[in-house]
């Protein structure tokens, strides 16, 4: 139906794509972002994998574009939500969600290599499966300011979107059709993601 009704205005199917699949790629990492739920880098990987299929010029350009800056700007928002959570005396939703995803565990690593590395260590946090939350959380409990957050978030995010990108590029290379390129994206992503939980567990000794 689509490509029908681009075809009638002249507009090819590839455009029609990029017109909507850009906005929603950017409005759902931007969700993913505030809601630690979705799973965004398996987002940017499928989108990769539709990029590297098509023949518009810029294609993978403007995923990387869109998936690091909605990104950077929900990370920015998050952690602003976190900050007047934590000036509030009640607290705030987002300040619970962040503690809830934060293990004592790995807040206690996490504010480690925040004093031993400063802000570089938000590059890793982003790069490392579940480590966005303490990280980020060790930031608000040091009472780091936004401006300094977001100047250590922005290489961070670049560095998160060309590496889920590669893997999107990776699973368009190997399969001559997208849809099976995006199948071994999503299904590599989602395994990198479960990979530290499953650890934990198989480290966790018998009781």
């Known amino acids: ?34 809601v630690p739920v979705v799973p965004t880098g398996a987002l940017v990987s499928s989108a990769a994998v539709v990029a590297f299929h098509q023949t518009a010029p810029f294609a993978l350009l403007m995923v990387f574009a869109v998936g690091s800056l909605a990104a950077f700007l929900g990370d ?67 009472k780091m300011p936004l401006r300094t957050f977001a100047r250590g978030d922005v290489p961070a995010c670049l560095a998160w979107a060309v590496t889920y990108q590669l893997i999107g590029i990776l699973g368009g290379s190997l399969f001559s059709e997208p849809w099976e390129g995006v199948v071994a994206a999503v299904a590599v992503t989602l395994a990198i993601s479960a990979a530290p939980s499953l650890w934990r567990r198989v480290r966790k000794p018998a009781t």
């Not at 007047?84 to 607290?91: D, E, I, L, P, Y």
């Open 1 to 34: 139906m689509i490509s029908l009704s681009a075809a009638a205005t002249g507009v090819s199917p590839e455009s029609t794509q990029q017109a909507i699949g850009y906005p929603t790629l950017f409005l759902l990492v931007l969700l993913g972002a505030l």
């Open 76 to 142: 920015v928002a998050l952690y602003w939500l976190g900050q007047r959570g934590m000036r509030s005396k009640n607290g705030s939703r987002w300040l619970a969600t962040l503690r809830d995803r934060a293990p004592e565990e790995r807040l206690g690593q996490a504010q480690e290599k925040l004093n031993d590395h400063g802000i570089a260590v938000l590059v890793l946090s982003r790069l490392v499966p579940a480590g966005r939350i303490p990280v980020m959380l060790a930031c608000l409990l040091a």
